[in-house]
Structure formats: structure tokens, C-alpha cells
């Protein structure tokens, strides 16, 4: 926690420097600057109602892209036959770039929360796909003709043989969906929509107010890494607990 508070210390020291040498707070304001509008956004701004809208994105877009790309890359781990088949859109999609996907969305559906949610889950399904196909094609053979000899239910076997060797898979999946989906879900809110941190980031954009987009972009950053540091980093220590022992 020492190094990591002392590495954000020295971020802000460039940051101080940095603003110091351009000498134009409309270009780049001490972070001193900050406190005053982030209080007022934060007591009777918008800041909470679009945190808000912006972490329900998120959160609906991790949940999905997580469920459908954990099935996905367990089924072509196990199958090679269903990779054979599967392989080529996946690597198309992991190399469609997030702003064709929420573009088309956006065209095709329309500027709703659909189409931005969905943009954001197909832009990361792949990413975590690949992730758990790598983890599904490391899982131990001797542990799977034990459960066959042993006859182990279906369920029983998945619950107590796969998803263990799977965990460190899946928290390195959540972690890097994590970190990839709320920058998407911004870029979609740019794009297309009425609210969130992305909405406030374009419109303050158009005024030309650095002092209130970086307000924004960085009270979004701290509650995500709250989120890694409290949440993420944990869970994928104690997945991977296991292999140490």
C-alpha cells in the first residue's frame, strides 16, 4: 500500500510540475483548483447521478460479456472441433475496433441503452473468451479421469474440479474486463448518450473546461481503482491461492 500511495504521490508531483511550467490553468489547472468545483459537483452537481449511470453500464456490460465469454471459451477449450469453427470470429471481433462496434450499434439499434451496452459487451466477449479458453485447455487430464472413475456427477465435477482451475483464469479475465469495459462504456456515452461520466466528459469537451473533464474523468478513475484495489486484486490473490500450497 507504501509504494502504491507513493507511486500516486509521484503522479500528482509530475502533474504539480507539469502545470507549473505551462503557467495556464485553462490548459492544465493545479490540482489545488480542483477542490473547489469538484466539491460543488459533488453537493449539488450532477457528479453522483452520473458516477451512477455510468457504474450500472459498466456493471451490466461486465456481467453479460463475463457469463457469455465464460461459456464460450470453456466450450472451445473442451472442444476442438467447436475452435475450429469458432476461432476465425474470434479473431475478428478481437480485432473490430470498440468504436466500429458501438458506431453500428448505435445505427442499427439506436441511441438507447441497448445499443450501448451491447457495443460494449461484444467489444469485450472476445477478450475474456480467449482468457478462458486458455484456462479450459490447462485444465489437468489426471483430475478428469479421476471424476470419470470415480463417477462423479456433472455438476459435482464442474463445481469442484473445473471452476478451481479455472478460478485464476476468470479473476484474470474479470480484472482486465474491468479495467477494458468502463473505458468502452465511456467512449459509448461520448458517442451516444444523455448521461453518465462519458455525457458530462463530451459536453465540457465542447466548452473547452479542463478543469471540470478532468473533475469528472478522475472521480471515475478513483471509484475504479476502489474497485481494483478493494475488490479485483483481492479475489484474484485468493483464486490463485490454491497453486501455492
Given at each position: 500500500m507504501i509504494v502504491r500511495l507513493s507511486s500516486l504521490l509521484g503522479l500528482l508531483a509530475l502533474w504539480i510540475i507539469a502545470a507549473w511550467l505551462g503557467n495556464d490553468p485553462e490548459v492544465l489547472p493545479m490540482p489545488g483548483a480542483l477542490l473547489a468545483p469538484f466539491w460543488t459537483e459533488l453537493t449539488s452537481g450532477p457528479l453522483l447521478y452520473h458516477l451512477a449511470m455510468t457504474l450500472i453500464r459498466v456493471l451490466w456490460a461486465f456481467v453479460l460479456a463475463m457469463s457469455v465469454g465464460l461459456?464460450?471459451?470453456?466450450?472451445?477449450?473442451?472442444?476442438?472441433?467447436?475452435?475450429?469453427?469458432?476461432?476465425?470470429?474470434?479473431?475478428?471481433?478481437?480485432?473490430?475496433?470498440?468504436?466500429?462496434?458501438?458506431v453500428l450499434?448505435?445505427?442499427?439499434?439506436?441511441?438507447?441503452?441497448?445499443?450501448?451496452?451491447?457495443?460494449?459487451?461484444?467489444?469485450?466477449?472476445?477478450?475474456?473468451?480467449?482468457?478462458?479458453?486458455?484456462?479450459?485447455?490447462?485444465?489437468?487430464?489426471?483430475l478428469r479421469a479421476m471424476a470419470q472413475v470415480y463417477r462423479m456427477p456433472?455438476?459435482?465435477?464442474?463445481?469442484?474440479?473445473?471452476?478451481?482451475?479455472?478460478?485464476?483464469?476468470?479473476?484474470?479475465?474479470?480484472?482486465?474486463?474491468?479495467?477494458?469495459?468502463?473505458?468502452?462504456?465511456?467512449?459509448?456515452?461520448?458517442?451516444?448518450?444523455?448521461?453518465?461520466?462519458?455525457?458530462?466528459?463530451?459536453?465540457?469537451?465542447?466548452?473547452?473546461?479542463?478543469?471540470?473533464?478532468?473533475?469528472?474523468?478522475?472521480?471515475?478513475?478513483?471509484?475504479?481503482?476502489?474497485?481494483?484495489w478493494l475488490l479485483l486484486q483481492p479475489w484474484e490473490r485468493r483464486a490463485r491461492r490454491w497453486r501455492d500450497a
Open positions: 461459456v464460450l471459451g470453456l466450450v472451445m477449450g473442451i472442444f476442438p472441433k467447436v475452435d475450429k469453427w469458432l476461432d476465425p470470429w474470434l479473431v475478428v471481433f478481437l480485432n473490430l475496433p470498440a468504436l466500429v462496434l458501438i450499434c448505435y445505427l442499427w439499434i439506436g441511441l438507447n441503452e441497448t445499443a450501448a451496452i451491447l457495443a460494449v459487451t461484444l467489444n469485450k466477449i472476445p477478450n475474456v473468451t480467449t482468457i478462458i479458453r486458455e484456462g479450459a485447455r490447462a485444465l489437468d487430464p489426471d456433472r455438476r459435482s465435477y464442474l463445481q469442484h474440479v473445473v471452476l478451481p482451475q479455472l478460478a485464476p483464469f476468470i479473476a484474470a479475465a474479470a480484472r482486465s474486463g474491468v479495467a477494458v469495459i468502463w473505458k468502452i462504456v465511456l467512449v459509448a456515452e461520448f458517442l451516444g448518450r444523455s448521461s453518465g461520466i462519458g455525457f458530462q466528459i463530451h459536453l465540457y469537451f465542447q466548452l473547452f473546461d479542463v478543469t471540470h473533464v478532468l473533475i469528472y474523468a478522475l472521480s471515475f478513475i478513483a471509484v475504479m481503482l476502489a474497485v481494483e
